[in-house]
């Protein structure tokens, strides 16, 4: 009886020995890549022009203060569109999956949104609205560069949103419906207290996804003259003809977006856990 406690204990100890060695061997392989790296980086002819352009330590300093305000701009835009993108989208896909007769019409709206905002790149979709509403003339109709770029963005990326909610829908197995609706409940009430809470758990690393573009792509409205992290950052660039304040301003990025990667990455993990144990998705 005492042997089978010392065997599994032994296959722990040669598990935590192997996991050990990987880790060394995968922190040593990338040190050698990295230092590799750096010295082609440093030993390349053109190094001291590229130090001096993307990599000046004064520069960042001095620019910096305005670009963080540029990025606090940026935060408030994501901020601003996510929720609408999400409920937007949501309803879009709700429109497409149903089959009543009497909503065609609506059906074949949300088809076509999709279609053409998914079609066109988000730039385009930018110029478009933030350029094209303040000429139709209408008093009603706002004229904040702010405003109409997160209009603009709200519209590409619903489209993106409602063909992932919709995937995640259409991906709940028929049965769920058919159990749910002999028990009583009405097909609206299926959709909401069955069908949607399987659909957003299975959607969820899909959506951060589409949300780490949006936070990119808030820089796209820098075009209609809003003075965000990446226009201060070239303005600087254009001013003084020293491109590091650039990197200051992906780095700003980079501290939003790879914490939301790493947390993408966490949850996709753990429902392949829990599909692979039989647990639900």
């Known amino acids: 009886m005492g042997a089978a406690p010392d065997r599994q204990e032994v296959r722990r100890q040669a598990r935590r020995s192997r996991a050990r060695r990987d880790r060394a061997t995968a922190s040593a392989a990338t040190l050698i890549v990295v230092a590799a790296l750096v010295l082609a980086v440093v030993l390349a002819p053109g190094w001291p022009s590229v130090r001096q352009s993307f990599l000046s330590w004064d520069d960042l300093r001095r620019a910096f203060p305005d670009i963080l305000t540029g990025f606090w701009l940026d935060v408030r835009m994501f901020l601003a569109t996510e929720p609408i993108v999400l409920v937007l989208g949501l309803t879009i896909a709700l429109v497409r999956v149903t089959r009543a007769p009497v909503l065609f019409p609506v059906r074949a709206a949300a088809i076509a949104f999709t279609d053409v905002f998914r079609g066109v790149p988000t730039i385009l979709v930018i110029f478009g609205v933030g350029f094209g509403v303040p000429a139709l003339g209408f008093s009603w109709l706002t004229n904040d560069e702010v405003i109409l770029g997160c209009t603009a963005l709200t519209l590409s990326y619903s489209a993106y ?3 992932v909610f ?7 197995h028929p049965s769920q419906r058919a159990g749910a609706r002999a028990l009583g409940l009405t097909a609206g ?5 069955v069908v ?5 758990r299975r959607v969820v690393p899909p959506l951060l996804n589409d949300f780490i573009s949006l936070q990119k792509d808030v820089a796209l409205v820098s075009i209609l003259g809003p003075v965000e992290a990446y226009r201060q950052a070239q303005i600087y660039g254009s001013e003084y003809f020293n491109y590091t304040p650039l990197l200051g301003a992906a780095a700003l990025y980079l501290c939003v977006t790879i914490p939301l990667t790493r947390i993408t990455d966490r949850l996709q993990d753990r429902q392949l856990a829990r599909r692979s144990t039989g647990g639900a998705a």
């Open 161 to 163: 949103v409602a063909e």
């Open 166 to 172: 919709r995937a995640g829908i259409v991906s709940v």
């Open 189 to 193: 009430q299926t959709t909401r207290f």
């Open 196 to 200: 949607l809470p399987q659909a957003i």
